[in-house]
């Protein structure tokens, strides 16, 4: 089963612009993958920002994009506040019904 | 907006089959939109996908869990559920039913759209 990667980690400065990767172990992410973003804060349940590559979910600040840079998935945030601190996990649908999460990236926002 | 509520024991013993039921509230599992799955987080770690259903009864499976799991609906109840067998200590995990978004008239999309709150379910003897 292909492996999902994100940056373990990331750090962002209040008000800075800040993008996240999703890429695949063998291959590159494209939109065939349907890309999305789920966005996880400490004892809640996800909850999905971003699906179809660049689709915001209802009530998403606009702040949140997302893309396909090069052979990535890619969300990026732009003028990032104290509240965006969370994981961030990407989700690509492989086919067959199966979905794969990313590993997640932490990021924090100091 | 769909509310999802997973329901079920908190604690298994390991061998055992770890059993959860999904109850699906403000529309039906009987759409043809949604696909019904499971999801599950380890303490600390990232989520992972275990499987889903429609409601026709197809089902699709981590190919890595496939041996031990099985996901299955009932359209009477509004209701879904997991069964994982063989459970051991490295099943400890919070599980959460979502809907993932299918199909709908504007094309394909397979996002997961609406989780339930989770539940922390503990494999120990």
């Known amino acids: 089963q292909a492996v999902v990667t994100q940056e373990p980690s990331f750090s962002v400065s209040p008000g800075g612009t800040v993008t996240l990767t999703c890429g695949l172990s063998s291959g590159s992410v494209s939109t065939n993958y349907y890309p999305s973003w789920c966005q996880q804060t400490p004892g809640q349940a996800p909850r999905t920002l971003i699906y179809?590559?660049?689709t915001r979910s209802s009530g998403v600040p606009d702040r949140f994009s997302g893309s396909v840079l090069g052979n990535k998935a890619a969300l990026t945030i732009t003028g990032a506040q104290a509240d965006d601190e969370s994981d961030y996990y990407c989700v690509l649908y492989m086919g067959s019904g199966i979905s794969v999460f990313g590993g997640g990236t932490k990021l924090t926002v100091l | 907006q769909l509310q999802l509520q997973e329901s079920g024991p908190g604690l298994v013993k390991p061998s055992e089959t770890l059993s959860l039921t999904c109850t699906v509230s403000d529309g039906s599992i009987s759409s043809s939109t949604y696909h019904w799955g499971w999801i599950r987080q380890p303490p600390g770690k990232g989520l992972e996908f275990i499987g889903n259903i429609y409601y026709s009864g197809s089902t699709y499976y981590n190919p890595s869990l496939k041996s031990r799991v099985t996901i299955s609906v009932d359209t009477s109840k509004n209701q879904f559920s997991l069964k994982l067998s063989s459970v051991t200590a490295a099943d400890t995990a919070v599980y959460y039913c979502?809907?993932?978004?299918?199909?709908?008239?504007?094309?394909?999309?397979?996002?997961?759209?609406?989780w339930g709150q989770g539940t922390l379910v503990t494999v120990s003897s």
């Open positions: 979502a809907s993932r978004r299918y199909f709908d008239s504007s094309g394909y999309h397979y996002y997961f759209q609406y």
């Open positions: 179809n590559t660049n």
